[in-house]
């Protein structure tokens, strides 16, 4: 959906009736003005026949611009090779050169040049309280921003748990009325990419997959792209093994913690969380919170900051019956010592029929749309 | 000649929601007014929590300048609690304050503010043989060869051929004030290409100890990460490895790229050094602790104030005295109980939105009145300038010899006095100065660890006051830090297990504020006057010392409201 019929140069010159041979000495002489070498001249032609890079521009409202920060880690693609070669990054607050008039010239050039056409990247929630006072732009509010864009864009991807549910700005009491995208705008498709930030690699990768693919990505019942959104960090975890046997930290720094044991008892939020980061980790895979001692926060998931305290271990979700047996696992594994191998067994099969029922709880409260985002 | 008005507003290249105005006269700014446009409320929001997940919320404060108030964070809870951390977690949090520097720096000269200073369409015109000279004549870096500077020029030409200039669209390319020649042009859009690249190693740093970033986590009490040598499940000799490989490359690039780029672009530049300076006063609370956070005598950078630019003098700062540290709201969108002249110390501070500004959308704010979501920090009473400025010039003033060492070395390369310092280009050659120490210093850091782990102390975390019960029913901390951008604390209130009052008064704060009661400006107001500017339309000499602070104005802005009043029912017009 992202295929677009914006004319090439060479295209556009052609349709004025310019020749081949006049476009390449056009070419020869752009290159000499620019003061490059003749060898240049192919390459100069190349990038004017080929395909125009897809415009886009990028909206920053109530956010701490630590999603823009992530996207400039991505290992692969590189961010240089983004921005350079496979976007027109039209207009960012945070790299581009401009600023005031010519920074909104810029955006409405875009807007205007290529409506319908551009991709729109929302990073932030946006005020809805006091006249949409707590965020201007330019003197006009984000909300008054973010709906003229929307109206003209192809597509919007909704950065981070800020423009998905609202995030930390959300939390209550929520002051200024901090508000999802996918409640503010409507009529355009909506990619959501939730984290705080979202982990570079699946930022970058939901752009490479709309430009390669030419077509949003296969995305579950809350907008999220399946790639990176299907997995419970809880399933994809490497210390899984030691939650299924009973092994817990009971404190920061314990014997336990020094082992690498599971983080269930001490807060981690992985049974609830939907993200990439048992698989894909973070920093070009370096590390992710779990395996750095500290238990997930599930930053990633919607109103995650009023399901804290965060260092109390999860109360009895619905749907997520399992975790609510982690203490008696752990006596019983704790009492069971001689009788080690036959409690594992144990404590797997009862694993196992928590999962399946687990699975198809799961599934009906997406169906339900149980778990609807939202920020207020 | 009447004065003009202009507006700049987003200010970009910066964190956050930024407005100028200025009032342009005879060609020099007359006037300046700073304006933060955006608000959160996060203090309200911390209200009634856990102090121990305060740090996660408050880290949230700015994701640029990410760790920085998570630190400030923890520190608050820890001084309210009396905690003492162990040494490794010490180490493990100044080396991730030394990692977060050193990527902040680097990002905020190419990616922030060299645009105000290079001119990527005159790099196009380069010869490449005359930039590989010019490359290896300033420094050692590897990759200097004339054929990669044109690889580089050829790729930019394309881009620039292809009509859609993305980022680079509408920049100032061609402005009178650019003074660079083409090949220092190329040398620096080369370097911007390889930082954008560099800068994403250097926070592995901080996802070997924090599993992430931007925003790591951290503990109070200590580090959440175990120390192990017999697991690979926790800090290991592997880990470790990849720590010191990374704090290794980063000061090969911070000494062999970054240093010899800016003391390659500022002698183009000199002018600056005598417009910008602002404010006469500086701050810093110090931080990087030899010794544990109690012991602020051995912190790499040495605490205290400087007023009217006297360096023989530096006066002491004390986060706890009710006196020093105070906010006011005369110009911001915020009303007192006792009246918009009064100022209070943030553990006594009150919050309540009362916006007067221009119903949006908007031409100009009423700068007669409030005007700004930012309110107005002083020390004692005065104005004070907060950054790496100030840092140096604190530890300069306290004849720290490690820091006299570094600004002589700049000054005696550029061959300018000591009073060159209080400017634009003073601003950001100390921002690369203090980076080379801080390079310096993680390598120092890193093998105390080292040695700490060699004699047998693996601690991380100090758990003694880590249940609430073992709290008093009321307690209050501050916990001071250096930002990047300057001077950070946190004020913290706990009654009864629960966070009563929150407040942040940060770099930013300090810098953006406007002007208080008696009309004394703020430091980026009150550095902007005097400063030519060539064609009024192009405001390009404004955002060359607006970015000289690197702005992030997401940090600066906050609220809190002791008196729990709702604040969303607050409607306006």
Same mark, same amino acid.
């Given at each position: 959906?992202?295929?677009?019929?914006?004319?090439?140069?060479?295209?556009?010159?052609?349709?004025?009736?310019?020749?081949?041979?006049?476009?390449?000495?056009?070419?020869?002489?752009?290159?000499?003005?620019?003061?490059?070498?003749?060898?240049?001249?192919?390459?100069?032609?190349?990038?004017?026949?080929?395909?125009?890079?897809?415009?886009?521009?990028?909206?920053?409202?109530?956010?701490?611009?630590?999603?823009?920060?992530?996207?400039?880690?991505?290992?692969?693609?590189?961010?240089?090779?983004?921005?350079?070669?496979?976007?027109?990054?039209?207009?960012?607050?945070?790299?581009?050169?401009?600023?005031?008039?010519?920074?909104?010239?810029?955006?409405?050039?875009?807007?205007?040049?290529?409506?319908?056409?551009?991709?729109?990247?929302?990073?932030?929630?946006?005020?809805?309280?006091?006249?949409?006072?707590?965020?201007?732009?330019?003197?006009?509010?984000?909300?008054?921003?973010?709906?003229?864009?929307?109206?003209?864009?192809?597509?919007?991807?909704?950065?981070?748990?800020?423009?998905?549910?609202?995030?930390?700005?959300?939390?209550?009491?929520?002051?200024?009325?901090?508000?999802?995208?996918?409640?503010?705008?409507?009529?355009?498709?909506?990619?959501?990419?939730?984290?705080?930030?979202?982990?570079?690699?699946?930022?970058?990768?939901?752009?490479?997959?709309?430009?390669?693919?030419?077509?949003?990505?296969?995305?579950?019942?809350?907008?999220?792209?399946?790639?990176?959104?299907?997995?419970?960090?809880?399933?994809?975890?490497?210390?899984?093994?030691?939650?299924?046997?009973?092994?817990?930290?009971?404190?920061?720094?314990?014997?336990?913690?020094?082992?690498?044991?599971?983080?269930?008892?001490?807060?981690?939020?992985?049974?609830?969380?939907?993200?990439?980061?048992?698989?894909?980790?973070?920093?070009?895979?370096?590390?992710?919170?779990?395996?750095?001692?500290?238990?997930?926060?599930?930053?990633?998931?919607?109103?995650?900051?009023?399901?804290?305290?965060?260092?109390?271990?999860?109360?009895?979700?619905?749907?997520?019956?399992?975790?609510?047996?982690?203490?008696?696992?752990?006596?019983?594994?704790?009492?069971?010592?001689?009788?080690?191998?036959?409690?594992?067994?144990?404590?797997?099969?009862?694993?196992?029929?928590?999962?399946?029922?687990?699975?198809?709880?799961?599934?009906?409260?997406?169906?339900?749309?149980?778990?609807?985002?939202?920020?207020? | 000649?009447?004065?003009?008005?202009?507006?700049?507003?987003?200010?970009?290249?910066?964190?956050?929601?930024l407005r100028v105005e200025i009032e342009v006269k005879d060609g020099l700014v007359a006037d300046a007014f700073s304006s933060g446009t955006m608000v959160r409320g996060l203090e309200i929001i911390l209200?009634?929590?856990?102090?121990?997940?305060?740090?996660?919320?408050?880290?949230?404060?700015?994701?640029?300048?990410?760790?920085?108030?998570?630190?400030?964070?923890?520190?608050?809870?820890?001084?309210?609690?009396?905690?003492?951390?162990?040494?490794?977690?010490? $180490?493990?949090?100044?080396?991730?304050?030394?990692?977060?520097?050193?990527?902040?720096?680097?990002?905020?000269?190419?990616?922030?503010?060299?645009?105000?200073?290079?001119?990527?369409?005159?790099?196009?015109?380069?010869?490449?043989?005359?930039?590989?000279?010019?490359?290896?004549?300033?420094?050692?870096?590897?990759?200097?060869?004339?054929?990669?500077?044109?690889?580089?020029?050829?790729?930019?030409?394309?881009?620039?051929?292809?009509?859609? $200039?993305?980022?680079?669209?509408?920049?100032?390319?061609?402005?009178?004030?650019?003074?660079?020649?083409?090949?220092?042009?190329?040398?620096?859009?080369?370097?911007? &290409?390889?930082?954008?690249?560099?800068?994403?190693?250097?926070?592995?740093?901080?996802?070997?100890?924090?599993?992430?970033?931007?925003?790591?986590?951290?503990?109070?009490?200590?580090?959440?990460?175990?120390?192990?040598?017999?697991?690979?499940?926790?800090?290991?000799?592997?880990?470790?490895?990849?720590?010191?490989?990374?704090?290794?490359?980063?000061?090969?690039?911070?000494?062999?790229?970054?240093?010899?780029?800016?003391?390659?672009?500022?002698?183009?530049?000199?002018?600056?050094?005598?417009?910008?300076?602002?404010?006469?006063?500086?701050?810093?609370?110090?931080?990087?602790?030899?010794?544990?956070?109690?012991?602020?005598?051995?912190?790499?950078?040495?605490?205290?104030?400087? &007023?009217?630019?006297?360096?023989?003098?530096?006066?002491?700062?004390?986060?706890?005295?009710?006196?020093?540290?105070?906010?006011?709201?005369?110009?911001?969108?915020?009303?007192?109980?006792?009246?918009?002249?009064?100022?209070?110390?943030?553990?006594?501070?009150?919050?309540?939105?009362?916006?007067?500004?221009?119903?949006?959308?908007?031409?100009?704010?009423?700068?007669?009145?409030?005007?700004?979501?930012?309110?107005?920090?002083?020390?004692?009473?005065?104005?004070?300038?907060?950054?790496?400025?100030?840092?140096?010039?604190?530890?300069?003033?306290?004849?720290?010899?490690?820091?006299?060492?570094?600004?002589?070395?700049?000054?005696?390369? &550029?061959?300018?006095?000591?009073?060159?310092?209080?400017? /634009?280009?003073?601003?950001?050659?100390?921002?690369?100065?203090?980076?080379?120490?801080?390079?310096?210093?993680?390598?120092?850091?890193?093998?105390?660890? &080292?040695?700490?782990?060699?004699?047998?102390?693996?601690?991380?975390?100090?758990?003694?006051?880590?249940?609430? +019960?073992?709290?008093? /029913?009321?307690?209050?901390?501050?916990?001071?830090?250096?930002?990047?951008?300057?001077?950070?604390?946190?004020?913290?209130?706990?009654?009864?297990?629960?966070?009563?009052?929150?407040?942040?008064?940060?770099?930013? /704060?300090?810098? +953006?504020?406007?002007?208080? +009661?008696?009309?004394?400006?703020?430091?980026?107001?009150?550095?902007?006057?005097?400063t030519p500017i060539a064609d009024p339309e192009k405001p390009l000499e404004v955002l060359r010392t607006i970015h000289s602070f690197d702005p992030c104005l997401a940090c600066a802005v906050h609220l809190?409201?002791?008196?729990?009043?709702?604040?969303?029912?607050?409607?306006?017009?």
């Amino acid at each position: 959906m992202i295929a677009t019929s914006r004319p090439t140069i060479w295209e556009h010159a052609q349709s004025r009736g310019v020749s081949r041979r006049d476009c390449l000495s056009a070419c020869a002489w752009m290159t000499a003005m620019l003061g490059l070498p003749a060898t240049a001249v192919p390459e100069i032609t190349k990038a004017l026949e080929t395909k125009p890079r897809l415009p886009v521009v990028w909206f920053h409202f109530q956010e701490c611009t630590c999603c823009s920060e992530s996207f400039i880690r991505s290992s692969h693609p590189a961010v240089a090779d983004i921005i350079l070669d496979k976007i027109s990054l039209d207009y960012t607050e945070t790299l581009q050169a401009a600023a005031g008039h010519q920074a909104e010239e810029a955006l409405h050039e875009t807007m205007t040049k290529y409506k319908g056409e551009y991709l729109m990247l929302v990073e932030g929630s946006i005020p809805t309280a006091a006249n949409g006072v707590y965020c201007c732009i330019g003197g006009r509010t984000a909300q008054d921003i973010v709906q003229e864009a929307a109206a003209g864009a192809k597509a919007v991807i909704a950065w981070g748990s800020c423009a998905c549910n609202g995030c930390v700005q959300a939390a209550k009491p929520n002051p200024t009325r901090a508000t999802p995208l996918h409640k503010i705008i409507s009529g355009v498709p909506i990619i959501k990419v939730p984290g705080c930030p979202p982990i570079a690699e699946v930022m970058t990768g939901t752009i490479v997959h709309l430009l390669a693919f030419d077509r949003v990505p296969q995305l579950d019942g809350l907008g999220r792209p399946k790639a990176f959104y299907s997995r419970r960090v809880h399933d994809t975890c490497y210390r899984r093994p030691n939650y299924d046997a009973g092994l817990f930290v009971n404190s920061f720094d314990d014997e336990n913690a020094k082992r690498g044991y599971c983080l269930y008892k001490v807060g981690c939020r992985g049974p609830v969380t939907y993200n990439a980061c048992g698989v894909m980790r973070w920093n070009g895979g370096v590390s992710f919170p779990i395996q750095s001692g500290h238990g997930c926060i599930g930053c990633s998931e919607a109103n995650f900051w009023d399901n804290g305290p965060f260092y109390h271990h999860l109360p009895s979700f619905p749907g997520f019956g399992i975790e609510t047996t982690a203490d008696n696992i752990g006596l019983a594994v704790g009492a069971a010592t001689v009788a080690g191998v036959a409690a594992h067994a144990v404590v797997t099969n009862i694993r196992k029929r928590h999962l399946i029922r687990e699975e198809m709880k799961t599934s009906e409260d997406v169906k339900d749309g149980r778990a609807e985002q939202g920020g207020e | 000649m009447a004065a003009k008005r202009i507006v700049i507003d987003p200010v970009t290249r910066i964190e956050g929601h930024l407005r100028v105005e200025i009032e342009v006269k005879d060609g020099l700014v007359a006037d300046a007014f700073s304006s933060g446009t955006m608000v959160r409320g996060l203090e309200i929001i911390l209200r009634g929590r856990d102090p121990r997940d305060a740090w996660a919320f408050a880290e949230r404060t700015c994701g640029v300048c990410t760790t920085v108030h998570a630190l400030a964070s923890v520190r608050s809870v820890e001084d309210a609690l009396g905690i003492v951390i162990p040494p490794n977690a010490e $180490l493990v949090r100044n080396l991730m304050f030394c990692a977060q520097y050193m990527q902040d720096h680097v990002v905020h000269f190419y990616h922030l503010h060299a645009l105000d200073w290079v001119d990527i369409v005159s790099a196009l015109k380069a010869d490449p043989i005359k930039t590989s000279e010019i490359a290896k004549s300033i420094s050692s870096w590897p990759k200097t060869s004339p054929n990669y500077f044109a690889e580089v020029q050829k790729r930019i030409g394309n881009f620039v051929a292809s009509g859609q $200039l993305g980022i680079f669209a509408k920049g100032y390319w061609g402005h009178p004030a650019m003074k660079l020649p083409p090949e220092v042009n190329l040398l620096a859009v080369t370097h911007y &290409l390889e930082a954008l690249e560099w800068q994403k190693e250097i926070v592995k740093v901080h996802t070997v100890f924090g599993g992430k970033n931007p925003h790591p986590n951290y503990l109070v009490g200590g580090a959440p990460c175990s120390l192990n040598l017999d697991e690979a499940n926790a800090i290991n000799a592997e880990r470790l490895a990849l720590v010191g490989k990374l704090l290794a490359e980063a000061k090969t690039f911070v000494e062999q790229v970054y240093i010899p780029d800016l003391l390659a672009i500022a002698p183009f530049y000199t002018d600056w050094a005598s417009i910008g300076g602002g404010l006469r006063n500086y701050m810093a609370y110090g931080d990087l602790p030899k010794n544990g956070f109690g012991d602020p005598s051995k912190f790499k950078f040495p605490r205290g104030v400087l &007023l009217d630019r006297d360096l023989s003098k530096v006066y002491e700062v004390d986060g706890h005295d009710p006196r020093q540290v105070t906010e006011a709201i005369s110009h911001s969108w915020y009303e007192y109980s006792d009246g918009d002249q009064a100022a209070r110390h943030p553990w006594e501070g009150e919050t309540k939105f009362n916006y007067t500004g221009p119903q949006p959308p908007y031409e100009q704010l009423n700068v007669e009145g409030k005007y700004s979501w930012l309110k107005t920090p002083r020390w004692n009473g005065h104005a004070m300038e907060v950054g790496p400025l100030a840092r140096l010039l604190v530890g300069y003033a306290s004849g720290n010899a490690e820091i006299k060492a570094v600004v002589d070395m700049g000054l005696k390369k &550029l061959n300018v006095p000591v009073t060159a310092l209080f400017s /634009t280009l003073g601003r950001t050659a100390a921002r690369g100065l203090e980076t080379i120490l801080v390079a310096n210093w993680a390598q120092e850091f890193y093998g105390d660890l &080292l040695a700490n782990i060699k004699n047998g102390d693996t601690r991380m975390f100090n758990g003694e006051k880590w249940e609430p +019960a073992t709290w008093p /029913t009321k307690a209050r901390g501050v916990g001071l830090t250096e930002a990047p951008r300057g001077a950070l604390a946190h004020w913290i209130v706990i009654e009864d297990e629960k966070i009563a009052n929150y407040q942040l008064v940060v770099p930013s /704060t300090w810098n +953006a504020s406007p002007r208080d +009661a008696k009309g004394q400006r703020s430091a980026y107001e009150a550095s902007l006057i005097g400063t030519p500017i060539a064609d009024p339309e192009k405001p390009l000499e404004v955002l060359r010392t607006i970015h000289s602070f690197d702005p992030c104005l997401a940090c600066a802005v906050h609220l809190y409201d002791p008196q729990g009043k709702t604040l969303n029912r607050i409607t306006i017009g």
